[in-house]
């Protein structure tokens, strides 16, 4: 028993492709194929779940599982970083299932049995990057993730959709391309290199310069997946994927594997001392700032529902990067509680959208008028979901925003500040008129009550109030805010 | 130490060679089981001899006739050979299950001469890669080249040229190893491998030793078909019988190479006992552009035979930059890409063949719904084309990863460029047959449905090859620091 228990990170990381397997053999019969994919989901939930405690008790979780080069193992480690990350991806796996049949199903999609394995392959994939202890590990499931998410995007087999597939291949290859290059050139510099708090790279280990350039190779290979400007465009192009796959895949896992990427770069690879020394904070800074307003600015404009939400994302995304950046104890744990919050937020914005789409076909805001009418509960969620992102409280999104303020100012990054300021006020603008419009538009369709179907409708409820009791009560539950605490404590308090 | 298994080896494959064409005379049924099981036998014994070499850690040595080198001929396996041997027999095996169904009509009337045929092919390969000699090396060569050209020419009409020029060309290189072959000989007095090797100490840098190792170079060349030597192989591939392709493509190309990485390491003792010679320069940049042409090239074609031809030619340059490095990762890299390269080709040219087989062409536009059509032959393709692009976990990440750990080490920065350039190019050609298998719907309606639906289910003696290949590709890779701890690094000369 106590060595099951030791072996839980494996565990986690195995249900799904096990699930996967299974939901392969079981291609004739979608009744027993669904259900192999929330029996996983819970069971994986359930796993994490259970490391928490420990984890937050300091314990460390490590796992050599096989050599894969010299000086290179393929070893799974559990830290309130990982924890954080797999806690999200796994409990909205669980809400996500639920919703993707409700989905598949008003649909009739095709190729549904590919669909749900590639889903269990990216969910393995997420869970093997967050327990990832060194960065071979994490390329490896990194380029996992990215070959898993492929047929998920091209799914609906139009020539759109192949298109966006091969854009989307064509950012994340080239991104896996140069960590491959930083992460070779790293083993070349330190022979067993591992992630650390508070970094393993310094300058005695090798001059500025070469420190430098392996940032930027590293930040083009998280950046692409964390749609850091100018890596974004293939996000809003991947929105052609079903519903469910954007909602997890592109609110959460896959784009949230970038900015965790970033987060353990500029944490467990350089650390602040050494980010500063070279220089480089403020210039990633920058670009994530610029990343904020400008995404903001371009989802104004989007008339598409799922594309508006797409350069939501990139825009939130970057509230991430932007506070590993800062280096400041304030703006790192608003950095991690933001993996968590956005992700409840975005994830329910989602689920409306394509709830919204099943049942009714609508994809455009302009076609969005009085559908709250129709809709309550879902557009309910919806607002709650608006009212997050815009960081008012007493949402989680203000949590991560009056946090990120703050480590803005111990930074002594004013400008930062206004950043956030404007920001918050466009995300006002592009998110509220459509909850407005939807309640107190004039319609001519919408007239009656015609909710979708409680698979489609009860995930984003859930989800809504999650974010609620998130934004109140951020030490309960999966206490997302102690685990940030932790990760920033380790990080910038000199190395655990 | 002492062992005759090396001569049994290449004995077995040898006597069942002849016994076939009598055994045919007095039961066509018995031949293909002698052949398999001779192909089986061949594959223990050099698996065998594999394990002994790992465990006594030294080589196995036979002398012909007792007679002690380096007067008498030596049969010698060390480390390379211990990978090259069982490599050699095993994918003959494999590719020899395949053609049991695959032959075709025409060919199946003459199978007995086929096999034949194909076991004395085996034979010479496993012969060369064993010998310890410069001049049974040569004997080797030409029997792989005889048996070579008399297997191509058994394919379609226009095989016969092909074959021709493939004969043409590989007269040439033998006749520029036995050229080499005659300065060493002058030079040394001497043709056994380590025998050369300490005679030619006295000969450093005299011009003859140079001028030898020019034209051995070019030989080997010319059979690995480097760039602009390569002329040979599109047409040899395309027009041969699928089998012998799939099992050519697998090792013909490699024995140029390890004929190469013979001359310079063992005999020439390039890195240790000798400067870096500028033939290892120029190696290094044909093997570069060889990559990166062989790639291009390959994205120009729509037939997938020449698609995997050319991608033979720019995969061969993998190899030889890896040993043009001149560095421990490079050239374990090298090794470990010969060894992944053959099971990736083979079983990519086994598809191929199996697909040719049920739509009666290659054209990789016209593959709609082959994904579904043909489930176990597609799947594979995917597992052998993710590795060739250098994905983890397969085989082909790991050979990757070494040549540009070694490119790093060895301060070339354009290969390093040329490496991750060409997995994108890879990509490029690859995906495009994924997708097209998967996610486009047949071009011609009229024709298609019944067609589609005509498709036999392939036969078990063709998809358990397959699956032992894409299995190989995926162990290879997951397993390949236990090679490289336990065989390659032996491989690699001590004090590189």
């Known amino acids: 028993m106590e060595t099951l228990l030791a072996y839980r990170p494996l565990w986690i990381v195995l249900v799904t492709p096990i699930a996967a397997a299974l939901i392969v053999a079981s291609d004739r019969r979608p009744n027993l194929r669904e259900s192999w994919t929330i029996l996983a989901s819970v069971v994986q939930a359930l796993l994490v779940a259970s490391m928490l405690p420990a984890v937050l008790a300091g314990e460390d979780f490590e796992l050599t599982l096989l050599p894969l080069a010299s000086g290179f193992d393929l070893v799974l480690r559990v830290d309130p970083l990982g924890m954080t990350f797999a806690l999200v991806a796994s409990i909205l796996w669980v809400v996500t299932s639920v919703y993707s049949i409700g989905y598949m199903r008003a649909l009739d999609e ?387 | 130490m002492q062992t005759s298994a090396p001569v049994v080896v290449v004995a077995i494959l040898f006597f069942a060679a002849l016994l076939l064409p009598v055994v045919r005379r007095f039961s066509a049924a018995a031949v293909y089981p002698i052949a398999l099981a001779a192909g089986a036998a061949a594959a223990a014994v050099s698996l065998w001899q594999a394990s002994l070499v790992i465990r006594t850690g030294g080589p196995l040595v036979s002398w012909l006739g007792g007679w002690e080198p380096p007067w008498g001929i030596e049969f010698r396996v060390d480390h390379l050979g211990a990978i090259m041997s069982p490599l050699v027999t095993v994918v003959s095996l494999i590719v020899l299950v395949f053609a049991r169904r695959n032959l075709g009509e025409r060919l199946e009337r003459r199978s007995h001469f086929f096999y034949s045929l194909y076991l004395l092919f085996t034979m010479g390969l496993v012969g060369f890669v064993q010998t310890g000699d410069l001049f049974n090396l040569y004997v080797f060569l030409e029997v792989i080249a005889l048996t070579g050209y008399a297997l191509v020419a058994a394919g379609e009409p226009r095989a016969p040229f092909a074959a021709f020029r493939y004969m043409i060309l590989g007269t040439l290189a033998a006749s520029f190893y036995l050229l080499g072959l005659a300065y060493l000989y002058g030079l040394t007095g001497s043709l056994n491998f380590v025998d050369v090797a300490a005679r030619l100490a006295e000969h450093q840098d005299t011009r003859t030793a140079f001028v030898a190792l020019a034209f051995l170079l070019v030989g080997f060349g010319i059979k690995a078909a480097l760039f602009p030597l390569h002329a040979w192989l599109p047409d040899t591939y395309s027009y041969s019988p699928s089998v012998t392709v799939a099992f050519m493509a697998a090792v013909g190309t490699k024995i140029g190479a390890y004929g190469i990485f013979r001359v310079l390491y063992t005999v020439y003792e390039i890195g240790t006992h000798r400067q870096h010679l500028p033939v290892t320069e120029v190696m290094g940049i044909l093997a570069a552009v060889a990559i990166v042409v062989g790639s291009i090239l390959a994205i120009a074609q729509t037939d997938l035979n020449r698609m995997l031809a050319y991608s033979s030619v720019s995969q061969i340059g993998y190899v030889l930059l890896g040993f043009s490095l001149v560095n421990s990762a490079g050239i374990t890299g090298g090794v470990l890409h010969v060894l992944n390269h053959a099971f990736m080709k083979s079983s990519l040219f086994m598809v191929t063949g199996a697909i040719v087989s049920r739509l009666g062409h290659g054209d990789l536009r016209r593959f709609g719904e082959l994904g579904r059509q043909m489930p176990v032959a597609m799947a594979t393709f995917t597992v052998a084309a993710l590795s060739m692009v250098g994905l983890p976990p397969t085989a082909g990440f790991f050979s990757k990863w070494y040549l540009v750990v070694g490119a790093i080490q060895a301060g070339k920065w354009p290969y390093v460029v040329v490496i991750l350039a060409s997995s994108l190019l890879n990509a490029v050609y690859f995906f495009r047959v994924l997708e097209s298998a998967y996610f486009t719907r047949r071009l011609d309606p009229t024709s298609a449905y019944e067609h589609v639906a005509a498709i036999r289910p392939l036969p078990l003696s063709v998809t358990a090859p397959l699956g032992v290949t894409a299995i190989a590709i995926l162990l290879l890779g997951l397993g390949s620091w236990p090679l490289v701890e336990h065989v390659v690094r032996f491989i690699v000369p001590a004090g590189l």
């Open chain 1, 110 to 496: 095709k190729h549904q049995t590919g669909y749900y394995a590639s889903f269990a392959v990216c969910i393995f994939a997420t869970m093997g990057l967050a327990f990832s202890a060194n960065p071979l590990t994490f390329l490896v499931f990194y380029e996992v993730l990215t070959i898993a998410t492929y047929p998920l995007v091209a799914h609906k087999r139009t020539p759109e959709a192949v298109r966006a597939g091969r854009k989307y291949l064509a950012y994340t290859l080239s991104a896996g391309l140069a960590m491959l290059l930083a992460v070779g050139w790293i083993q070349t510099l330190i022979p067993a290199p591992s992630f650390r708090p508070g970094g393993f790279l310094d300058t005695s280990i090798a001059p500025p310069a070469t420190l430098v350039v392996l940032f930027v190779l590293l930040m083009l290979g998280v950046g692409v997946k964390a749609g850091v400007m100018p890596l974004h465009a293939w996000l809003p192009t991947a929105m052609i994927a079903p519903t469910p796959v954007s909602a997890l895949l592109h609110a959460v896992a896959v784009v949230k594997a970038g900015v965790f990427g970033v987060l353990r770069v500029t944490g467990f690879v350089f650390g602040a001392d050494t980010m500063r020394e070279i220089g480089v904070h403020l210039p990633l800074a920058t670009i994530a700032a610029f990343t904020i307003v400008v995404s903001s600015v371009i989802a104004l404009s989007q008339d598409n529902l799922k594309r508006r939400l797409a350069y939501s994302t990139v825009s939130q995304l970057s509230y991430i990067v932007l506070g590993a950046a800062l280096l400041s104890a304030a703006g790192l744990t608003a950095s991690v509680i933001h993996i968590a919050n956005h992700a409840f937020m975005k994830i329910t914005l989602f689920f409306v959208a394509g709830a919204v789409y099943a049942h009714l076909h609508v994809e455009k805001v302009s076609e969005m008028k009085g559908i709250g009418r129709a809709m309550p509960w879902t557009m309910g969620a919806f607002t709650v979901g608006a009212v997050g992102i815009a960081g008012i409280p007493p949402l989680p999104g203000f949590v991560s925003k009056w946090w990120l303020g703050i480590g803005a100012l111990q930074a002594e990054g004013i400008v930062f500040l206004l950043v956030l300021v404007v920001s918050a006020l466009l995300n006002v603008l592009y998110l509220f008129p459509i909850a407005w419009q939807a309640f107190f538009g004039k319609s001519e369709r919408f007239t009656r009550y015609d909710e979708a179907r409680l698979a489609l409708a009860v995930p984003p409820v859930l989800t809504a109030a999650a974010s609620i009791v998130l934004g109140i009560a951020p030490a309960i539950g999966p206490r997302f805010w102690d685990l940030a605490q932790r990760v920033t404590a380790s990080v910038l308090g000199g190395g655990s």
